[in-house]
């Protein structure tokens, strides 16, 4: 049985957090919602660490995490160890980054991508599988860097 994805957003990706939430109830997937659950104030960095968290302990595969621009909640999220976070604009990039670096975590910036391209993104991101092989060498060295 697939696991939940985690959801976690600052205020400024509250809104796309919950459009992307009611496309994964359309799709049937569940997903554990670590907030923020409104458009109050609140800090990036403590939205990311429960959902980057969830990932590393095999609660969840993957995680989508949305700020304003997608880079400060990425920037958070690849501080955590096990953690390979990308900060994607473009399906292109969404396709490659589970291809070819086995990114878990996919964070997108509100301010920049609009719902009906992010619930795309979200798709790619969820359905393509890693290539493994040669680029499987490359994740373990980019995990070597935080031993
Ligand atoms: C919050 O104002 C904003 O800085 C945040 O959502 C994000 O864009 C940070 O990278």
Redesign the pocket.
């Known amino acids: 049985m697939a696991k939940p994805i985690a959801l976690a957003a600052?205020?400024?990706?509250f809104e796309l957090k919950e459009a992307v939430k009611a496309h994964l109830d359309e799709l049937g997937l569940e997903y554990i919602d670590f907030g923020t659950h409104s458009t109050a104030s609140v800090d990036?960095p403590d939205m990311a660490l429960p959902a980057c968290d969830a990932v590393v302990s095999g609660q969840c595969d993957k995680a989508l995490l949305f700020?304003?621009?997608g880079?400060?909640?990425s920037m958070a999220a690849n501080k955590v160890k096990g953690i390979r976070a990308c900060c994607c604009s473009d399906s292109f990039s969404c396709e490659y980054t589970r291809r070819h670096n086995d990114a878990n975590v996919l964070a997108l910036?509100a301010?920049i991508t609009g719902p009906n391209l992010a619930k795309r993104m979200v798709e790619i991101f969820l359905s393509t599988e890693f290539e493994g092989g040669r680029h499987a060498r490359r994740v373990a060295l980019v995990d070597s860097i935080q031993p």
């Open positions: 600052d205020h400024g990706g990036y700020c304003g621009t880079v400060g909640i910036g301010g």
